[in-house]
């Protein structure tokens, strides 16, 4: 059983569009997270939540918007999607009340053509 | 969350311990240690954390000097599928996790 899982794990889609990425998890934490990872490597943090609301909010372009339904949800969703977007993103959830321990999804591979 | 410092890479033999250092000068007194890695383009994984003792457990060692402004993960038989970005983060235990560049190991046969 997949701790944490987002979908979808591939996205194609054309500048102007909007698309949304989910993301779950089955661990009970109170907190996730959005990271971004561009074609240089570098591991970027967007967003987070805690019980469902931001806590974390790293200078990100309005066009992103977290949405969190639930605890065990983080959703992103991206409005007039540009070049530069095209990222992997990857959710993770942490354990904030025991050890902090990050625990990251597979990601979602995002390509804006 | 404070600042860390690792080399850029390191390679090691297989076989061999692989032991990557990191700098943490600026680190507060409630602030953890935590080793993660990225394997080509997985999602990162944890290895290890620790405040200021010695940690051990299935997948690494974690040794903090006394004056906590450095430490150093060990992998004592390092294996093809070591190979990896190992990242090293200085924060509280609910903080948020600042990944930096990282050290590129790359375990050679």
């Known amino acids: 059983d997949t701790a944490v899982s987002q979908t979808p794990k591939y996205l194609v889609t054309q500048m102007g569009n909007d698309k949304s990425i989910k993301c779950e998890q089955n661990l009970g934490h109170d907190t996730m997270y959005w990271y971004k990872q561009d074609s240089k490597k570098f591991l970027k943090i967007m967003f987070s939540y805690n019980n469902k609301e931001l806590i974390i909010n790293e200078t990100v372009p309005n066009r992103f918007s977290p949405k969190s339904p639930d605890k065990a949800h983080l959703n992103l969703h991206i409005n007039s999607l540009e070049l530069g977007d095209s990222a992997v993103y990857f959710c993770?959830?942490?354990?904030?009340?025991?050890?902090?321990?990050?625990?990251f999804g597979e990601g979602s591979r995002l390509t804006v053509l | 969350d404070a600042k860390t410092t690792q080399p850029t890479s390191m390679d090691c033999a297989e076989g061999r311990a692989a032991n990557l250092p990191c700098n943490h000068s600026?680190?507060?007194?409630?602030?953890?240690v935590y080793w993660y890695r990225q394997i080509h383009s997985q999602g990162p994984q944890y290895i290890i954390h620790g405040l200021k003792n010695n940690e051990t457990n299935e997948m690494a060692s974690l040794i903090i000097t006394e004056d906590r402004k450095s430490s150093t993960l060990i992998l004592p038989h390092a294996t093809l599928r070591d190979t990896a970005v190992y990242y090293c983060?200085?924060?509280?235990?609910?903080?948020?996790?600042?990944f930096g560049d990282g050290t590129t190991l790359t375990v050679k046969p």
């Open positions: 993770a959830s942490q354990d904030r009340a025991n050890t902090g321990e990050l625990f």
């Open positions: 600026t680190i507060s007194g409630n602030e953890y």
């Open positions: 983060i200085a924060r509280t235990n609910a903080g948020k996790s600042t």
